[in-house]
T-cell receptor, first 114, second 111 residues
Framework: GAGVSQSPSNKVTEKGKDVELRCDPISGHTALYWYRQSLGQGLEFLIY????????KSGLPSDRFSAERTGGSVSTLTIQRTQQEDSAVYLC????????????FGQGTRLTVV | EDKVVQSPLSLVVHEGDTVTLNCSYE??????LLWYKQEKKAPTFLFMLTSSGIEKKSGRLSSILDKKELFSILNITATQTGDSAVYLCAVVNTNAGKSTFGDGTTLTVKP
């Protein structure tokens, strides 16, 4: 596609429910990153994929967070048993390859846990 | 652990002023430093810096990197209200290609 697409753009969920966030990277980009941004804060690294594998999962805040990527393209970030502190904007970025460094960001998913 | 510190955290200026935003970093195996502008949700790329002392310039924006002192600055001259945004600095580690972001500088330009 022309850019990185994320869905949904907004999600309001009840505490304790599971949510799934989707990212469609730019076609042909092999590297994909998930970040979280709380209000007024910088970007917090969550996980990155090179192809379908995730060499670095160190940023996932807890075992309630998981992510997968299939076909070297679409990625989903799943948050189980959501908590209020999970409320944030979740940003996805794709990069052509690890030898490139410019990241193209999606518009993000604003998650609100009530 | 890689670390990026930006200063100031916020800045309010008037149109026509010149501003300098700072980014200092600690990173193992430095590859590059990037500046992004974030107006609403998605950060948009401004500059990528890999070599010390070489200024990158785009219109009223310019940036330079000092790899010895481990910092970069982003200059904006003749600021306009449209420059109001959060400016993010990120460093990339060669080992993982992972970007570590600073908390950003919020710039507000008043008419």
């Amino acid at each position: 596609g022309a850019g990185v697409s994320q869905s949904p753009s907004n999600k309001v969920t009840e505490k304790g429910k599971d949510v799934e966030l989707r990212c469609d990277p730019i076609s042909g980009h092999t590297a994909l990153y998930w970040y979280r941004q709380s209000l007024g804060q910088g970007l917090e690294f969550l996980i990155y994929f090179q192809g379908n594998s995730a060499p670095d999962k160190s940023g996932l805040p807890s075992d309630r967070f998981s992510a997968e990527r299939t076909g070297g393209s679409v990625s989903t970030l799943t948050i189980q048993r959501t908590q209020q502190e999970d409320s944030a904007v979740y940003l996805c970025a794709s990069i052509r390859g690890l030898m490139n460094t410019e990241a193209f960001f999606g518009q993000g998913t604003r998650l609100t846990v009530v | 652990e890689d670390k990026v510190v930006q200063s100031p955290l916020s800045l309010v200026v008037h149109e026509g002023d010149t501003v300098t935003l700072n980014c200092s970093y600690e990173v193992t195996n430095f590859r590059s430093l990037l500046w992004y502008k974030q107006e609403k949700k998605a950060p948009t790329f401004l500059f990528m810096l890999t070599s010390s002392g070489i200024e990158k310039k785009s219109g009223r924006l310019s940036s330079i990197l000092d790899k010895k002192e481990l910092f970069s600055i982003l200059n904006i001259t003749a600021t306009q209200t449209g420059d109001s945004a959060v400016y993010l600095c990120a460093v990339v580690n060669t080992n993982a290609g992972k970007s570590t972001f600073g908390d950003g500088t919020t710039l507000t330009v008043k008419p």
